[in-house]
């Protein structure tokens, strides 16, 4: 049998509360790629942490080609060979595009960079960038771009790394368009004929069987299954049933039984470069799914509704009166709320605990005397939605950049749901978010809709597909679809969002 590139061996890694990895076994072969799935907190970043030297595991051993190693700083990893991009990619955001890629490759400059060497890093640079081609401004600061654009600088961080024998790729594609996956597959193939082998965390299903040549399933921090994916028999279900350790029922809950009073009603919204002549009506009981791919123009539809993006033209109407939302704050007065799709973008986390996220929109609900937080009111209520959403963390008051990135989603969810509004947005609601875990927030948006106007918006066809009642597809900044969803099979809708037709 041919050498193993790497092979780790019952890595146990325990923080406060959680045993995150519990005698964890993964190994790579020489130019394959290796998914690792897993529920959210299963402990697959935890893994690629302590491979990337940014943990040290309590147990376990590690070997590469062979020989068994210490990982002990991240520095040591990338002697070694390794190459991460981590799920939440750490960038100086005042810094440009090159020097965020070639950050900490130049120690004997120490993190600066004289304006002599600037030629040669462009030089590098570009030459990275015609093995990964990518439009980006390098020369921008990061802070400036968009999540696409940060995740490719981070893939082109771990690409320029010139010593690198495996890569990690840790849920790259999350936010990537297909247009950019198309560019990433493109060069994980390549980096296999050289005899790259590549770790990749996704919870894309169909991605899997597109690029790895194995997977691993990981349960509780611990190996519960690896096979090649073109074994017999492993589709979708299989594999979900591997995650969860059950069978999938049906994810999506039962349709709106008919449709309520009419709540938000939007004429010919309109915002120059993103969209135009958008008009729905939102109701209470009946979901309206709004489809589109990245690009298509959901994302400034979002902001613009929640007062984010200023509008071109157009009315908002809710309950009956016309209402001007020019921030989020006003949007949220009107009783509008949007749940965001980036939680890291967007900055609707903060460094702080679990409960402060869930109440931060929603004060007034947990405010005692004065302006003092009624400290225990807001345990409770945290609790009750820790419980309610299956929040895999040890207590309300853990730091919520401590949860594993699902989680943190579902947080993100709470949060919005812990509001007190009359019309709910859900962009792009379980990015990141375990098949289990899907489950129990679309009973939760379907159980709102009974009371509320609940608007799902997204680029997952199937997903927009499988909650919503009434179907709305944009394509290029226009309505192309808008039809309630009885009448829509999920292929025409899909089909309609890739080009723009009717779709038969
Ligand atoms: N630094 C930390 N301190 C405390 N707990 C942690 C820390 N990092 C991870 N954990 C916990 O360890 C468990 C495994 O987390 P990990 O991030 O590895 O999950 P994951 O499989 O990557 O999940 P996801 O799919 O949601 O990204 C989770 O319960 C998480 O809350
Ligand atoms: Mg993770």
Redesign the pocket.
Known sequence: MEELTLQMTGIV?E???????DGADFDLAPGEVHALL????????????VLSGV?QADAGRISLNGRDIKINSPQAALDHGIATVY?DPQMIGSFTGYENIFLGAESDSAGLFPRIRRRALRARASELLERFPVDIDLSRPVGELSAVEKESIAILRALSRENMSVLVL??PTSILTRREIDVLFAQIRMLKERGISIIY?T?RLDEVFEIADRLTV?RD?ENVATCSTSDEGLDHARIAELMLDRELSNVYPPKGVAPGADVLSVRGLARAGGFDEVSFTAKRGWILGVFGLVGSGIDELCKTLFGVLGRTGGTTEINGRTVALKSPSDAIAAGLFLVPGDRRAEGQISDESVSFNVILSNMARVAGLGFLINRRAERRDAAAMVEELDI???DVA??V?????????KVVIGKGLYTDCEVYVFQEPTV???VGAKAGIYEMIRKLSAEKAVIVVGSDCEEVYGLCDHAMVLHQGRVVMDKPASEVRLEQMLLSGLTGGEGQ
Request: a neutral charge; zero cysteines; proline letters at 4%.
């Open positions: 890694k923080f406060p509360g959680v045993r995150a990895l897993g529920i959210n907190g299963a402990g697959k970043s935890t893994l690629i942490k943990y799920q840790d849920e965390i919870h990981f921090g895999k963390t040890p853990e730091d950049s401590l949860l594993s990135g699902g989680n943190q989603q990141g978010v375990d």
